[in-house]
């Protein structure tokens, strides 16, 4: 038995102990006798595995307590619009899973959306056998936070939070606080929750402005999700020191590549450059690729302001419009960004690759370049399609150098599909704003070979900076990505089953890969994309090998992007000590590491839902004068009560209820293949599939867009002979496309709905006399026949429940 199991076995003896109700780390430590540094490092690596394992609980106040009654379980609560709640748990792989207990809200107590909580299960369950529980402890909030729209009612002033998480006004006291207007934004620090039972209280702690003003959006999404706006005044302090010591940038013992020709390939607006290439081919016919990063670390120094603040942050936060990046502009667009032709500091990677893209050599160095070129992704491609044309406008070795990097990261690309990479097609719109920060339209982002170089460069630098650390036996903050449950597998192989896709080893991600090519540009590429990604993990941030499912790797690490990524900055430090020779390599402890990548793997999360939310309030506030509008859109969600759908042209998601289906039907709710079939007209809709709606309507501020179904789209059958491809066997993909135009079913899933159209076809002609209220018994006499059905028949008896 290890140090780590035994010390754990004495935590839980110590928690269990029926005289001891909660114990602090400290207290813990006392008991146990670790005194030491490296023993309560140890005890700290043993607690957080308990915590992970939901053996034990820590509360908000630091106490910890044991998990000893099978009843209560810890959870995070989903709460729903009409106040009630269902409990997220984890299941036996440790992934969170969707509404696995129901809480009613007399149950609830006043816990809110997000919050970690103690649930202790009822006796009784709900129809069709799902568990019920109440709420016992508050474990930690989600926030206490929020922003909404200030008015006055009955003499007091309230506030409607942004969002569905409120349903009631939260009462602020005398009208006027603040200075606050009716109409402003303002930001709430919650005093009390409301419940089942009392209102909510709070304390206006910021007037951001009127509704609708430009820049309030932006300043309610950033307050709204606690990311960190300005820099603290210290922390610009330092950032200018240490620009005005690096004036001269130092070369001492740093390899000088200032002659080599290199090139940056980023985005048009990018004003951060992190990453730069060279290649050069060698006599013997191998490649020597040279990936470049911006060195950070030089200028951000363990333990500073700059390095706690960027900590803080964890990363680079990309809004529609605006950065809020992870240091300041004057290291991150200035001293360490790789300007073309400025001296500038680097962690470089040499990678030595045989003809077929085998590494077979990696070199680190510190050393000092100077970026010959810098391109924009959209002037490479054309480049190393005909070079000779550009003769006159780019010198020779760098039309040269472009060209071979295309050459190799063709070569690597095919290599790692053949080992069993995934890469889903995945359709991604970039919003246009005006200068006041509101949309006038959208375009798809392009992701041609000019940004797979970069692609795959990158990944191959990441690869062998970790197999470097892993071979020297350091603990290091890896990227993973930990395989799906074998259950949402089988799941999604049913899901493609039903649309006439079979999966011999859905386990097999060459097959899986195959699967994504064969559906790519065919009706059913939406559909097959969207379920594969729900049946993934997500990627994230941890010291434990776990390795890397979607690049089918071991080992796997951020290197390359310090400016806009904390963890790659720690990677960098390690990096560092091993070009300078260190014996003893010194880094942060392993459940340091483990803290660290939790909260980078939330700062991660925290930045894409700020930059989604904030994309759905511009493109909400763009369709409000829109409303009665019809537009294509594709399903990306379906549940019992309608379906989720995403506009093709606008990427702005919304509603159709099941109410406002054509056909006045029951639809019947299958999870496996994620779709709602009405019984009587054997209509489907399904994940993926392509729908026309109408706008029904806007509203901002609780984020909601409401859509009627106009048609489901019927388009054109995939050519006999499948998608066109490359000499490696998979598809070729159309440039700039990462993902094609979505579709219908193909045609060997449509035979049971066009029969299912047909038959309601002839039964309508007899019906066309009968009432609206008539119809509307028959669907509810359907329902109670199906709420009679037996346990055994849960599922179907829970989705007879959904009448037009």
């Known amino acids: 038995m290890t140090t780590v199991e035994k010390l754990r076995q004495a935590v839980l003896r110590q928690l269990l102990d029926p005289r001891v109700d909660r114990l602090t780390f400290d207290e813990l430590a006392e008991r146990l006798g670790c005194t030491s540094k490296r023993d309560r490092e140890r005890l700290q690596h043993a607690v957080e595995s308990l915590i992970r394992a939901d053996r034990i609980r820590k509360n908000s106040r630091g106490q910890l307590r044991a998990l000893s009654d099978e009843r209560l379980v810890p959870g995070i609560v989903r709460r729903t619009r009409r106040g009630d709640a269902f409990v997220m748990v984890k299941d036996p792989s440790g992934q969170w899973t969707q509404g696995d207990i129901y809480v009613s809200r007399r149950n609830l107590g006043d816990a809110q959306d997000g919050d970690e909580v103690l649930v202790r299960l009822l006796k009784r369950r709900r129809a069709g056998g799902q568990r019920c529980g109440r709420v016992e402890e508050i474990v930690e909030r989600a926030t206490s936070t929020f922003v909404g729209t200030y008015d006055v009612e009955h003499g007091e002033g309230v506030v409607y939070v942004d969002g569905t998480t409120f349903n009631e006004p939260i009462y602020v006291g005398d009208p006027g606080a603040k200075g606050a207007q009716p109409g402003d934004k303002v930001v709430i620090e919650m005093i009390r929750f409301p419940s089942a039972f009392q209102p909510g209280e709070a304390v206006i702690t910021r007037v951001l402005g009127p509704r609708g003003t430009p820049g309030v959006d932006e300043q309610t999404v950033i307050h709204e999700f606690g990311l960190r706006d300005e820099f603290p005044e210290a922390v610009l302090r330092e950032a200018r020191k240490v620009a005005r010591r690096y004036e001269q940038m130092p070369t001492d013992g740093r390899l000088d590549l200032t002659r080599e020709t290199i090139v940056t390939i980023d985005p048009i607006d990018a004003r951060d450059f992190d990453d730069a290439i060279s290649l050069k081919r060698m006599r013997n016919r191998h490649w020597k690729l040279g990936v470049h990063i911006a060195d950070v670390s030089e200028f951000v120094r363990e333990g500073s302001a700059l390095d706690r603040e960027a900590q803080l942050r964890g990363n680079s936060v990309y809004l529609p419009g605006r950065v809020l990046p992870m240091l300041p502009e004057v290291l991150s667009n200035g001293l360490a960004s790789l300007q073309q032709g400025k001296p500038r500091l680097a962690k470089t990677v040499f990678i030595e690759f045989d003809p077929d893209g085998v590494p077979l050599d990696v070199e680190l160095h510190d050393s000092v370049i100077c970026v010959t070129r810098r391109f924009a992704y959209e002037q490479v491609l054309p480049i190393i399609r005909e070079p000779q044309r550009f003769a006159g406008e780019v010198p020779k070795r760098v039309r040269e150098l472009l060209v071979r990097m295309h050459e190799l990261a063709m070569i690597l690309r095919r290599r790692r599909f053949e080992a069993g990479a995934l890469e889903l097609h995945l359709k991604e719109v970039k919003v246009e704003l005006d ?338 209220k008539a119809k509307r018994k028959v669907a509810r006499r359907q329902n109670k026949r199906t709420a009679g059905k037996r346990a055994g028949k849960a599922a179907k008896r829970s989705a007879g429940k959904r009448t037009s």
């Open 435 to 772: 200068a006041d920060g509101r949309v006038v339209g959208a375009k798809p982002v392009e992701h041609d070979e000019s940004h797979q170089i970069i692609e795959e460069f990158m990944l191959a630098a990441n690869m062998a900076v970790a197999s470097v650390l892993d071979d020297r036996g350091l603990d290091f903050l890896r990227r993973v990505h930990a395989d799906p449950d074998e259950r949402k597998l089988k799941d999604f192989a049913e899901f493609c089953e039903a649309l006439g896709y079979r999966l011999k080893n859905y386990q097999s991600r060459y097959e899986l890969q195959r699967l994504i090519d064969r559906v790519h540009g065919s009706p059913a590429e939406h559909a097959v994309n969207y379920a594969l990604l729900r049946s993934m993990k997500a990627a994230e941030y941890s010291p434990e090998k776990l390795g890397h499912y979607a690049l089918a790797v071991e080992n796997y690490c951020h290197f390359t992007s310090p400016i806009r990524r904390y963890p790659d900055l720690t990677v960098h430090r390690l990096v560092g000590q091993l070009v300078a020779g260190r014996q003893r390599i010194r880094g942060p402890s392993y459940p340091d590491l483990v803290r660290l990548g939790q909260h980078c793997s939330h700062t991660e999360r925290r930045a894409d839902s700020a930059e989604r939310e904030l994309t759905k309030i511009k493109l909400l506030t763009y369709m409000e004068n829109r409303v009665g509008e019809e537009m294509d859109a594709v399903i990306t969600g379906v549940t019992r009560f309608g379906v989720f759908c995403m506009g093709v042209e606008i990427p702005v998601e919304g509603l159709v209820h099941v109410a406002t289906f054509p056909r006045h039907d029951v639809y019947d709710y299958d999870p496996t293949t994620h779709s709602l079939t009405g019984r009587r007209s054997g209509v489907r809709y399904r994940l993926g599939d392509m729908v026309r709606v109408r706008i029904a309507g806007v509203d901002v501020d609780r984020r909601e867009l409401d859509l009627t179904m106009v048609a489901k789209k019927q388009l054109p059958r995939r050519p006999a002979g499948g998608p066109e491809t490359d000499e490696s066997g998979r598809p070729r993909r159309r440039a700039g496309r990462r993902s094609a135009t979505a579709g219908e079913q193909p045609g060997t899933a449509d035979a049971g709905e066009a029969t299912g159209r047909s038959a309601s076809g002839r039964r309508g002609s007899k019906k066309k006399s009968r009432s609206r």
